[in-house]
């Protein structure tokens, strides 16, 4: 697993502790509490000092990037929620099963604010995420939800450009 695809699994269980504890909540009513986020990884990072695995058997770079991951969903999370809102179809947010719900936003994130994401990898990389972490119908919805936010987004999906076929030889 490459650093960035293991900041995001790490990214993925911090906001869903930040969820299950209802900072998100807060979040969405109140605004960003920089000092939720923080608390919050300093506790995952801390919750290694029990278990044979420590922190820093974590690759630096997917800590760093999982790090950096929960600060920005985190600040643009009132953004994110609103167009999944959006583009979700009989699914109220708080609805959404904990998992499948952290998980879009992570896609949602990288399709709205990191433009340098490749619509592609965004979702690939959620759809990966749901399979690892989500039910067995997380995949499908993830990949779904996120096709809709990519599309009102403006992320259009690249199109191929036809192939011409070369003149047929007469015999």
Same mark, same amino acid.
């Given at each position: 697993m490459g650093a960035r695809s293991g900041g995001r699994a790490i990214a993925l269980q911090i906001l869903f502790g930040l969820d299950a504890g209802g900072s998100l909540d807060d979040v969405a009513a109140t605004g960003l509490d920089a000092g939720a986020v923080d608390v919050a990884l300093e506790r995952y990072w801390r919750s290694f000092e029990d278990r044979e695995a420590q922190a820093e058997d974590v690759d630096p770079e997917a800590r760093a990037f999982a790090d950096v991951l929960?600060? /920005?969903?985190?600040?643009?999370?009132?953004?994110?929620? /609103?167009?999944?809102q959006h583009a979700s179809i009989n699914?109220?947010?708080?609805?959404?099963?904990?998992? !499948?719900?952290?998980?879009?936003?992570?896609?949602?994130? /990288?399709?709205?604010?990191?433009? !340098?994401v490749?619509?592609?990898?965004?979702?690939? /990389?959620?759809?990966?995420?749901?399979k690892r972490f989500g039910g067995d119908d997380s995949a499908k919805f993830v990949n779904g939800l996120l096709e809709r936010v990519a599309d009102e987004a403006g992320r259009a999906?690249?199109?191929n450009k036809p192939q011409s076929h070369p003149p047929r030889r007469r015999r």
């Open positions: 929960v600060r /920005e969903v985190m600040a643009s999370i009132r953004r994110i929620d /609103e167009a999944v699914w109220r947010l708080a609805r959404m099963p904990r998992v !499948d719900r952290n998980v879009v936003r992570i896609g949602a994130f /990288e399709l709205l604010v990191r433009r !340098d490749p619509r592609a990898v965004a979702i690939d /990389e959620a759809v990966e995420l749901a999906e690249p199109r």
